[in-house]
């Protein structure tokens, strides 16, 4: 259903990333509601009346509706237009909010939990519309909230809604569509029809849900509040060195970033201008596979960097390793810091 090592049992973490971060997009609704449970975040049992929800979730979206104005891939939604006027100072408030709480919710309470073909099996919040006129919190929110990760997914859910909504704004076909990672600006960003470049997120937040918040050599738990010595580095997983060295600008593309800790990255006995080992390029592997079930764009622009067909993606790793190797003659890996995450 969503990624998940082996048969180990997924993680509530990884129940809110499968909702957040996979599965195909036709609006950003399930973004918008994503974001309001984050910022109220509600305790079990409490139940959220549309009214006091409708607020926050319509100024989630009013937000993005700003720089984005695609929201969704069908033409045109009433509750969308409600949301513009309040930008364009047609609608107040009040009215905003009562059409958000008769329009707004229409699909996305009864869709959140759906991944693909089924729902997720940990249910964040039980549908009470019809008996209480609104969503009830269950144990697994409360259990998500005392997550050390909790406070990184706000930013893993922009991140998404912001690729999500770019693809949509190109409006170009599907192949077309590619994320650039900038090394100096960490961070993603697009071109247009006409090549002009558009910053979309930072490549961090971006990349971190796909790792599961863990650094991706050696485990260790990474976190996106600047400052603090968790904060992980965007590292070239076959190093950037090889750029200069005949690889070319291939070297920067997201199927080659990964987030590290700083000690793996750069600390004494860290990677440097080393290839970590076939072991680490499996994950790799398995990272990509991740992002390319995260779907437009990042599916597209992993296909396009590396192959259409799974076999062919390992098939080109498996050569660009060969190459690296060869022209680097280092191996390395750190000693991991934990049990598997992925
Ligand atoms: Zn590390």
Redesign the pocket.
Known sequence: MYPSAGVREPTIEDNWRGIVLYGRNVQSYKFALAKSLLDLKPAEGDLIRLEDLAPIYSRHLTEHLKTADKQGTSGSSKFLDTCRGFNAGTVSQTELVSATVKLGFANVIDAFHRVQQGDVPARFYIDERRSNGGIRITENFSLLAEQPQFSDLPQEAEARWRLVETAWELKVSRALVSVDHDPDAEVLFTLDGKRRRKNVTSSRDALNGYQKGY??????GIHLEKGKDSFPEVDHFFPHTLKQQGFGPVIDGVWNLVL??K???RGEGGKFASVPTEKLLGRLNTRNEFLIGSNHPLKETLMAQTGDQEAGRKGFLRDFYNRAWASLLHRWE?EA?GPPKF
């Open positions: 650094c991706f050599y050696c485990f260790d590290a800790c000690e793996c990255n750190p810091k």
